[in-house]
């Protein structure tokens, strides 16, 4: 492509998992139709293709899918494992779970293949997009940083929000012993190595916190509403085992829930264990999830989300091991409970907890996991596009409301040249936010935004800074 040759300009808002899959796919498609493309990959970090979830520098931290499934591509499901075979310290089985500093890496390594093999050009910009406006049938983007940058599409992939503080008293959020956001960097350095620590949550943001500073002579308590822990892997998984009916009769939550547990039990009976059940309910999900009216997805959110995800997205064999021996020596601790109050004391603070008990820790973590309510999200980006109409939250708030091809439906008005995939489509689509999603929808995406843009007449190279 020469430099003043005419071609599309797409910008692609996030460069972790999501951001990094759809700028390849992009790149692939583009190749494909000879159409000459120019991404620009917009994200503050340093690095390309980890984002919170691979940026991690702890082996500890495992993938909590095996490496076989965990391709940037279905058309080539072994890429994974070819590429850890490659590197002397991640030789493993295909069933086996990676650390998910090595995820991060091999993302990175995939896009760059894409970029070395084709036409199309990756600016890489470390800034982050705070604002979008429609300007005729394209978007004017504006950075945190000053930049502004007008472009033919624009794809968010900005991945999953901080977890909300809104359930901590006022006194621990102001507390300097408080870790809000455990994934930001260098959030964990301060916590004292000699005081008992609090997690709160315990899902798996919580196992890896747990993993990182539990150890002899101190005391990981752990403690959440349900104060349920996620289910492990089994060592050798059994294929998926899918409904024979495909829950086609299922209209309304309560049918579903007694489905699904014949279903489970039918599994269990069958092949001695509920995980294929599970694992054979995924290719259904979305289309179950949509089948339900709303007031039974607000339902299933309050009382049915938290077994779900205990059940579905599951730890590795390894850290379910580690995790069975820390509670076993009294490492961690692990209860129902909620936060009540705090206050500071010498050197960390003393947490009332619902249920009158107290616990005088170093520090409070919050491993409550993302948010996920479009609705309540300090992200800049996304208040503009609500008010200017671009886009609407989605169903109960999760996300963004969209089209089936991931591009996003506005409020009001025609559709402007945006997409999305990943988290922010939780709410149309429920299961979200694993690679094996996000790698279809990246390929759903790419060709919707190219398809679109073929027959559009083409923005002039440039960025103004």
Known sequence: MTRGEAHC????????????????????????????????????????????????????????????????????????????????????????FAPRHLYGSYLADHLQQRVATGPGTVVRVRDRVAGAVRTGGRLTLRTAGGRELTVDAMVLATGSHPPSVAWAPPALRDSDA??????????????????????????????????????????????????????????????????????????????????????????????????????????????????????????????????????????APATADRLARCLAEGRLSVRAGRVAEAAATTGGLRIGLADGRTLTVGAVVNCTGPQTDARRTADPLLRELFAAGLAAPGPLGLGLRTHPDGRVRPADGPDAPLWTLGATRRGELWESTAIPEIRAQAAEVATAVLDTLAGAPVAASGTRA
Do not use: K
């Open 178 to 315: 408080f870790v809000a956001n455990p994934w930001a960097p260098g959030a964990l350095d301060h916590v004292p190595d000699e005081r008992d620590v609090l997690l709160v949550g315990t899902g798996l943001t919580m196992v890896d916190i747990a993993m990182t500073l539990a150890r002899s002579g101190r005391t990981v308590h752990a403690v959440s509403r349900s104060g349920l822990l996620p289910q492990g892997h089994a060592p050798a998984p059994a294929a998926p085992v899918t409904p024979a009916d495909g829950l086609t009769g299922c209209t309304g939550l309560d049918a579903l829930r007694r489905a699904v547990l014949r279903h489970v039990a039918r599994t269990r009976r069958g092949h001695g264990d509920w995980r294929p059940a599970i694992d054979g309910l995924r290719p259904l999900t979305a289309a179950l999830w949509q089948r339900l009216p709303e007031s039974d997805r607000a339902r299933f959110v309050g009382e049915e989300a938290r077994r779900w995800e205990v059940h579905r997205h599951r730890m």
């Open 9 to 96: 300009r797409v910008a692609v808002a996030g460069a972790g998992a999501a951001g990094t899959l759809i700028t390849a796919r992009l790149l692939e498609v583009a190749t494909r139709r000879g159409r000459p493309l120019e991404i620009t990959l917009i994200d503050p970090a340093a690095t390309t293709g980890r984002g919170p979830a691979y940026a991690t520098t702890d082996h500890r931290h495992l993938l909590n899918v095996p490496a076989a499934r965990m391709s940037a591509t279905a058309d080539d499901p072994d890429d994974f494992v070819r590429w850890l075979s490659g590197r002397a310290d991640s030789r493993m089985a295909p069933g086996g």
